[in-house]
T-cell receptor
Framework: AQSVTQLGSHVSVSEGALVLLRCNYS??????LFWYVQYPNQGLQLLLK??????LVKGINGFEAEFKKSETSFHLTKPSAHMSDAAEYFC?????????FGSGTRLLVRP | EPEVTQTPSHQVTQMGQEVILRCVPI?????FYWYRQILGQKVEFLVS????????KSEIFDDQFSVERPDGSNFTLKIRSTKLEDSAMYFC??????????????FGSGTQLSVL
């Protein structure tokens, strides 16, 4: 069965600092991987997706993620955090046209 | 920009009552989903719907749950006899399907269901 594990339920960074949100996957087949973001009182929004075309994937709002097969990882990064990045971030894997989500990481950005 | 809309945004009900959560997916989408998120927990898959029938459902989606697409625009989730543990945020989502590739879902803002 395919699954994703997110390390760290909360991550706190200073504004301008590097953001690193960790996600590891488990899959018996080449996975399709995703990061979704949930802002307060909103639904989930696609941030970026990996579908095997390129290992480094760029998304919206300056985020990117790198697929590393050797580490079974798909970590999300952003060079410089902005206050508006404060939200909950979910890693997900596609399983027969449905998404299986990780437990989420809440990103806090300190002024 | 097209969006998935859900009504109501909040629903309070008594245990044992029936509730219907409503969703209007994006008009040209073919796949429809319900997910739920219990407070502080992960977003969980409930059911997917394609071509007017359930394509997959999770263990959570037992006989108390049903989905329906009564017309060309609405997609509903019915819980026949609510339990306290059904309290959660319920998200509807839709997907174009093959055209956009797997996993590209558009989510509504959710219905917060509180069972008292």
């Amino acid at each position: 069965a395919q699954s994703v594990t997110q390390l760290g339920s909360h991550v706190s960074v200073s504004e301008g600092a590097l953001v690193l949100l960790r996600c590891n996957y488990s899959s018996s087949v080449p996975p399709y991987l995703f990061w979704y973001v949930q802002y307060p009182n909103q639904g989930l929004q696609l941030l970026l997706k990996y579908t095997s075309a390129a290992t480094l994937v760029k998304g919206i709002n300056g985020f990117e993620a790198e697929f590393k097969k050797s580490e079974t990882s798909f970590h999300l990064t952003k060079p410089s955090a902005h206050m508006s990045d404060a939200a909950e971030y979910f890693c997900a894997v596609d399983s027969s046209y449905k998404l299986i989500f990780g437990s989420g990481t809440r990103l806090l950005v300190r002024p | 920009e097209p969006e998935v809309t859900q009504t109501p945004s909040h629903q309070v009900t008594q245990m044992g009552q029936e509730v219907i959560l409503r969703c209007v997916p994006i008009s040209n989408h073919l796949y429809f989903y319900w997910y739920r998120q219990i407070l502080g927990q992960k977003v969980e898959f409930l059911v997917s719907f394609y071509n007017n029938e359930i394509s997959e459902k999770s263990e959570i989606f037992d006989d108390q749950f049903s989905v329906e697409r009564p017309d060309g625009s609405n997609f509903t989730l019915k819980i026949r006899s609510t339990k306290l543990e059904d309290s959660a945020m319920y998200f509807c989502a839709s997907s174009e399907g093959v055209g956009q590739g797997p996993g590209v879902l558009f989510f509504g803002s959710g219905t917060q269901l509180s069972v008292l």
